[in-house]
């Protein structure tokens, strides 16, 4: 015996509306993620200003790209999902309406989530840039290393307190454009004038004997360099900066010069005199004879020097005298205004995106235990 035979209509498969119902999931995703995306941009823009978004996440990028694609592999899988229940007739399936398609919405926000959680761990940051107007004036810091800064006639050796003035000196200027010279039998470029006074400061920590040729000390050869940078200051100045109108040395030795290059000492002062610079000399070292009656420092020729130039005469191991009087000639040079620049962390967006994602996966929830539920 055999079956009856359906002599009902077939309904032809309408394949436009087949693909149609395949693509649309799909760009429901693609509009939904770029409105997401535009919002995020438009705040992120308000957010920044005119200052690029920085990632703090070393693998931002990773990060994005990998959500990016575990996001369509799922949704690829929630639509490939098996059907909880089975029609004998598929044709009554096509007939729930066109909005059957919102039965996808649920994993669209799910996918939409996970993106905005990806970008919230890839920790987007804005900055600020502050401008702010300064006094400056242009010091070069020149300091003795030759062997005879070594002597341990003050606390651990001469170096030692010639480094101590250096720091304590940069730690009250910071608004100065500061360089630093060094010389033993010939002279060096250590920092060329900077406002960093904290890498400066480094700089000066590390200095040891040896760093040059430390057999003789040629003072006229080290405060010659310095003078060529103060007078060639135009150089990485910055636009909205103009040349320094005032320009010191600070001179840091035992005044024991017996070695020239270039220039003799009271030539280099000459020199300095010429270019409008003053030079304040600190002797290191104490004015004591040495055994055969001889004197290890020399302090006539710093003091020659400072008078030339109409600058001043200190002593390292008066730290305190030192600091008021450079202050007090500090006062009445005339200063420079230039524009330091200052970039500053401003907004973090990480909580901003992470609210994002909890909001869509609760609009989730509630959309998979109401409006859209679906079978088990």
């Known amino acids: 015996m055999t079956a009856p035979r359906d002599t009902r209509p077939r309904v032809p498969t309408r394949w436009g509306w087949v693909i149609l119902r395949g693509l649309v999931p799909w760009l429901l995703v693609a509009g939904l993620g770029a409105i997401a995306a535009l919002v995020v941009a438009r705040h992120f823009d308000a957010v920044r200003g005119s200052e690029d978004i920085v990632w703090r996440s070393r693998n931002a990028r990773v990060l994005l790209v990998a959500a990016g694609f575990v996001g369509a592999v799922a949704f690829h899988?929630?639509?490939?999902?098996?059907?909880?229940?089975?029609?004998?007739?598929?044709?009554?399936?096509?007939?729930?309406?066109?909005?059957?398609?919102?039965?996808?919405?649920?994993?669209?926000?799910?996918?939409?989530?996970?993106?905005?959680?990806?970008?919230?761990?890839?920790?987007?940051?804005?900055?600020?840039?502050?401008?702010?107007?300064?006094?400056?004036?242009?010091?070069?810091?020149?300091?003795?290393?030759?062997?005879?800064?070594?002597?341990?006639?003050?606390?651990?050796?001469?170096?030692?307190?010639?480094?101590?003035?250096?720091?304590?000196?940069?730690?009250?200027?910071?608004?100065?454009?500061?360089?630093?010279?060094?010389?033993?039998?010939?002279?060096?470029?250590?920092?060329?004038?900077?406002?960093d006074t904290k890498v400066l400061e480094q700089v000066v920590a590390d200095l040891t004997i040896g760093d040059v040729p430390e057999l003789g000390t040629a003072i006229g050869d080290g405060l010659g360099l310095a003078l060529s940078q103060l007078r060639d200051d135009r150089r990485e100045i910055g636009p909205d900066n103009a040349p320094s109108k005032s320009k010191v040395v600070i001179l840091l030795s035992d005044g024991d010069s017996n070695w020239v290059t270039r220039f003799e000492p009271d030539e280099a002062a000459r020199v300095a005199r010429d270019m409008g610079v003053k030079v304040y000399t600190v002797l290191v070292g104490r004015e004591e004879s040495d055994l055969f009656g001889g004197m290890s420092v020399n302090p006539a020729t710093l003091r020659s020097i400072a008078a030339v130039t109409g600058g001043e005469f200190f002593r390292a191991t008066d730290y305190d005298s030192f600091d008021r009087g450079f202050q007090t000639v500090r006062s009445k040079l005339d200063k420079t205004k230039r524009v330091e620049i200052e970039r500053i962390p401003d907004k973090q967006m990480f909580v901003p995106l992470a609210l994002l994602a909890l909001a869509l996966l609760g609009l989730e929830l509630v959309l998979s235990h109401t409006r859209l539920r679906r079978l088990p």
């Open 77 to 195: 899988l929630h639509r490939r999902r098996a059907a909880a229940m089975g029609f004998s007739q598929t044709h009554l399936v096509r007939r729930v309406g066109p909005l059957a398609w919102l039965s996808d919405l649920p994993a669209v926000l799910r996918v939409l989530a996970l993106a905005a959680l990806a970008v919230a761990l890839a920790r987007p940051e804005t900055y600020r840039t502050l401008k702010h107007e300064i006094d400056t004036i242009d010091i070069m810091i020149v300091v003795d290393m030759s062997k005879s800064m070594e002597e341990t006639d003050l606390p651990r050796d001469r170096l030692d307190a010639a480094q101590r003035v250096i720091r304590r000196f940069l730690r009250r200027s910071s608004h100065d454009r500061i360089g630093l010279v060094v010389f033993g039998q010939q002279a060096m470029l250590q920092c060329p004038l900077t406002l």
